[in-house]
């Protein structure tokens, strides 16, 4: 089984991990900042970008499980994130297809950063075609000698040697900027519509 950690607006190769089956997303796991949890990459103008969304810290918040951590609203970061999300992609091809279903994220306030991944994880599936529940576990998965724990990871373009290769598709500034893998999904999905199920499981270990 791959245990992995649960992501904010996850990256290709997570996608491809959990699309690959038998794993668990781990909550109970203690929250790790500066990572995939409540950061992902897209792809601006003036390239990689990183979005990070703000959590209440205090106290031993370094010790406290991800299904603990609440978000922090004293600063507009959903607002400063969906208008750098506009501005990358809004002469993608498929913006306006998908625009409308992720721009509610960014209006309303959840306490918990674990249920506002997931739920955004959720629509990511549903748009990839995927149903059903995800497999979470609110406990700590402790790893048996033959589970593949990838919760180390950070799961972000900035990661070098990728467990699986990032599909490559037809970026927004391919003509000035290199091919860069392992961005959020929500370039894939603003660069190549529905075909982005396709290009994802074509990426999945054979």
Not at 45 to 73: C, E, F
Not at 126 to 142: D, I
Request: glycine share 6%; proline share 6%; charged share 25%.
């Amino acid at each position: 089984m791959k245990i992995l950690p649960l992501t904010y607006l996850g990256n290709t190769e997570w996608f491809a991990q959990l699309l690959g089956g038998d794993c668990v997303i781990d909550l109970g796991e203690n929250y790790v900042k500066q990572s995939c949890r409540n950061r992902c990459e897209i792809y601006s103008a003036n390239g990689v970008m990183p979005l990070t969304g703000n959590v209440v810290k205090g106290g031993s918040y370094k010790k406290k499980p991800m299904r603990d951590m609440r978000i922090d609203y004293s600063k507009r970061w959903q607002h400063q994130h969906w208008v750098s999300i506009c501005s990358a992609y809004k002469k993608s091809p498929y913006f306006d297809h998908y625009a409308e279903r992720f721009a509610p994220f960014y209006e309303k306030q959840y306490e918990f950063l674990a249920d506002y991944n997931l739920e955004l994880t959720s629509l990511m599936l549903s748009l990839l075609g995927v149903n059903g529940e995800l497999p979470v576990s609110e406990k700590y998965m402790h790893p048996s000698e033959s589970d593949i724990d990838l919760r180390g990871r950070l799961f972000l373009a900035s990661e070098s040697a990728p467990l699986t290769p990032s599909p490559e598709y037809f970026q927004v500034f391919a003509e000035r900027q290199p091919f860069v893998g392992g961005l959020s999904m929500l370039d894939l999905f603003f660069c190549e519509g529905r075909e982005a199920t396709n290009l994802l499981k074509n990426s999945l270990p054979r």
